[in-house]
Structure formats: structure tokens, C-alpha cells
């Protein structure tokens, strides 16, 4: 590692403040691509100088693989949590996007083996059964950041159940992560729903005036925000949905604390108006504070602007919550 350091600390990129993302020079007669924007990706920014290193790694070492150049560049770029390690898998998504973005061209990613995954989905099961046993014991599995197989499993199993039953399908969220699989064990072991929450949204406007952020208040606090990205319930029974939301809340602030070392003060959801209802959050003592511009996060040019229009709702997992997400009470 102290040999990577020291090559690229001599390494020379000529940057200028032209608003291009990518130009070329020539040194001693050979064209080069230098990067000129900089990128905010989970609560960061990276300069046009960053990325450009960022790039240069990936180059140099073509024997790494992804996981592996994510690592490397959290080190070189002093990319932490709060509890002191390494942010590989937002790098290694950061890494993603700079490829879709042409900047890098990563090696291939490599094969997990078998897809073969035992499961038992509450599809055939008998109603009144699950309903009764629903009512005397529910568990959860928390799957996201552990070790061994069944964990392994398990991941894979909420992939392919978000990919089978989402209608936008599974994709990969950014930044944290933590993953519920939400199953009964009688009459027999069988899942009856999914949740994930992840990293909030940067910058909601309803979210943000409810609490009284600006830029830099926002910045300071915005880790204490967790966001609810996806919740299915695949058993049809009464009030299981915001059951399994009130249990899930119990469990998410120790199990968010122990995975990534910050405290959960609040969460938050977005709700797609023209498709849901969003009753279940209600139901859980979600609180309604209004709604998105519709845009989504990747709309820089304010092209979509009332395309996507999203209801906002809040759930403090903390008294005070939003006090002391606004600066005032510690």
C-alpha cells in the first residue's frame, strides 16, 4: 500500500475550472483524459482530483478485484464510518457509477457459485394457520454486513424475492444498508415479508423544512436519518403490514448501532401516490409531512420535475427527534 502512495503522489493531473466533465492533453506526444467534475455520491464529495486518482488506481491495478480496489481507495482517500472502518460498499458502488459513467472500466465481477436457494415462500400455506401463528410469534433476520452461508443465503433470497415480487424489480441500493427477511415457524418455517432500510435521500424539501435544516445542518446530522427503500408483505393477513412495521422499528435502531456504529434518530419513507395508499405506515404511526417534487435523485437538469410524485412520511425512533436533528436538545 505505501508503494501505491508513493506512486501517486507523483503522479501529475493538470486540472483547470472549465465546466467540461472530461478534456485531453498531450504529454510528449501521447493523448490523456483528465476529469473535471467533481461527484457527490453518499454524502461526500470527491473532486474532479479524486476521481481522477480514483481512476488511476482501477488502471494500475488491473489484478485487484472490485471489492478489492474499494478497499484500496477508501484507504487512500481516508473514506470511514463513524466506528473506524472502511466504506468499501459505497465505494464499490461509487466505483459502479463511475463506470456507467465511462470514467473506468472495472474487471469482471466474479461468480457466486450456485443460485440454487432453499426456500419456503407463504404462498400454498393455509390462512387461518399463518393468521394464528402470526399472533403468538413473529421473528426477523437480520442478513445485511454478517458472515456465513445461511447469511449468504438469506441476502440471496431477499434479491430474488424483491426481484420476483417488486415491480420495478431488485436494484442495488446506495450507501448502508440492513435487510429483514420477516418469516413465521409454525406450522412450518415460511416468510411472509421483506424490509430494507438504507441511506436517506440527500436532499428532500418537505423532509428537510419539517426539521429546520439548511446545507450545513443537514450535512452534520443527516447520518441519524435512515431510510425505509423497500417493504413487501407476501402473506395476505389482517394488519400483518404494519405489524411487522411496528416489530421492525424495536429492532432497527440497536441493529443500525451495531452495523454501523451511528444512532437512527428518524425514519423515513417515500410512498409512490399513484400506485399506493400507504395505510400501513399510518397504521404505524407514521407521520404524513407532504410531498416530493417528483423528480427522483438523478434529475439534475430538472427535467421530471411533477413526474414521480412521492408521499413523505416520518417515524422518530427517539423522543426529540426532530430537536435534536435540528441542533437544539443532546
Not at 476521481?51 to 472490485?66: A, D, F, H, P, Y
Not at 470514467?103 to 393468521?131: D, F, M, T
Request: charged share 25%; hydrophobic share 35%; net charge positive.
Amino acid at each position: 500500500m505505501q508503494i501505491l502512495r508513493d506512486w501517486l503522489g507523483n503522479v501529475h493531473i493538470s486540472l483547470n475550472n472549465m465546466p467540461f466533465f472530461r478534456y485531453r492533453t498531450m504529454t510528449k506526444g501521447v493523448w490523456h483524459d483528465t476529469i473535471r467534475e467533481q461527484q457527490r455520491f453518499c454524502d461526500r464529495e470527491f473532486t474532479a482530483q479524486d476521481v481522477s486518482m480514483i481512476r488511476e488506481v482501477v488502471q494500475t491495478c488491473k489484478g485487484l478485484s472490485r471489492l478489492e480496489l474499494a478497499h484500496t481507495v477508501c484507504e487512500l482517500l481516508d473514506w470511514k464510518r463513524p466506528s473506524g472502518g472502511l466504506k468499501a460498499r459505497e465505494c464499490r458502488d461509487l466505483l459502479e457509477r463511475l463506470e456507467g459513467q465511462g470514467v473506468l472500466r472495472l474487471p469482471e465481477k466474479k461468480s457466486n457459485g450456485s443460485k440454487a436457494i432453499a426456500k419456503c415462500i407463504s404462498h400454498s400455506a393455509n390462512r387461518a394457520h399463518l393468521e394464528r401463528t402470526f399472533r403468538q410469534r413473529r421473528g426477523f433476520f437480520a442478513i445485511a454486513g454478517g458472515a456465513g452461508s445461511s447469511n449468504k443465503l438469506q441476502r440471496q433470497l431477499f434479491r430474488e424475492l424483491v426481484s420476483r415480487y417488486r415491480y420495478l424489480g431488485y436494484t442495488m441500493p446506495y450507501g448502508a444498508r440492513l435487510q429483514y427477511l420477516v418469516y413465521v415457524d409454525r406450522p412450518r418455517h415460511e416468510v411472509v415479508g421483506y424490509v430494507q432500510f438504507s441511506s436517506p435521500a440527500w436532499r428532500i424539501k418537505v423532509r428537510d423544512q419539517w426539521i429546520g435544516w439548511d446545507d450545513a445542518s443537514r450535512k452534520l446530522r443527516l447520518q441519524h436519518v435512515v431510510n425505509n427503500s423497500r417493504f413487501l408483505v407476501l402473506a395476505r393477513l389482517d394488519n400483518l403490514a404494519s405489524k411487522i412495521l411496528s416489530d421492525v422499528m424495536r429492532h432497527l435502531r440497536g441493529d443500525w448501532l451495531g452495523q454501523y456504529g451511528v444512532e437512527p434518530w428518524l425514519v423515513e419513507t417515500m410512498v409512490e401516490r399513484q400506485r399506493f395508499h400507504g395505510g400501513c405506515y399510518r397504521a404505524a404511526n407514521f407521520q404524513e409531512i407532504g410531498q416530493t417534487s417528483g423528480r427522483g435523485r438523478m434529475d439534475r437538469t430538472h427535467q421530471r420535475h411533477g413526474a414521480d410524485v412521492k408521499t413523505v412520511l416520518l417515524y422518530p425512533l427517539i423522543k426529540h427527534a426532530k430537536r435534536k436533528l435540528a441542533g437544539g436538545e443532546r
